[in-house]
């Protein structure tokens, strides 16, 4: 079993930079990838990126490559996600998942977290 909460959300201008965190508990956690999923009213939830177990392996949605970096500390049973550059179509409920495998597909993530709000203004 694990456990998913993420934090870091709030309400940043339009050229600015956040930092999500999904704290994980479960003493599996560190054999899980995990992706980073986000939300936006009347849209599909749609993957932003994921990071293998060890951390050695990432991949992100095309569309936001290079603004987006995710990284992970085993230690601290903590994923992050970096964002820079944010625009106002990146607001959206922000959510990481764990799965067994290092995957896009939602429906291949068996843990979520409530998920954290992103807000950018124009």
């Known amino acids: 079993q694990v456990q998913l909460v993420e934090s870091g959300g709030g309400l940043v201008q339009a050229g600015g930079s956040l930092r999500l965190s999904c704290a994980a508990s479960?003493?599996?956690?560190?054999?899980?990838?995990v992706g980073w999923f986000r939300q936006a009213p009347g849209k599909e939830r749609e993957f932003v990126g994921a990071?293998?177990?060890?951390?050695?392996?990432?991949n992100y949605a095309d569309s936001l490559k290079g603004r987006f970096t995710i990284s992970r500390d085993n230690a601290k049973s903590t994923v992050y996600l970096q964002m820079n550059s944010l625009k106002p179509e990146d607001t959206a409920v922000y959510y990481c998942?764990?799965?067994?495998?290092?995957?896009?597909?939602?429906?291949?993530?068996?843990?979520w977290g409530q998920g954290t709000q992103v807000t950018v203004s124009s």
């Open positions: 479960g003493r599996s956690f560190r054999t899980y990838s």
């Open positions: 998942a764990a799965s067994r495998l290092m995957t896009g597909r939602r429906y291949e993530y068996d843990y």
């Open positions: 990071v293998s177990w060890s951390g050695s392996s990432l």
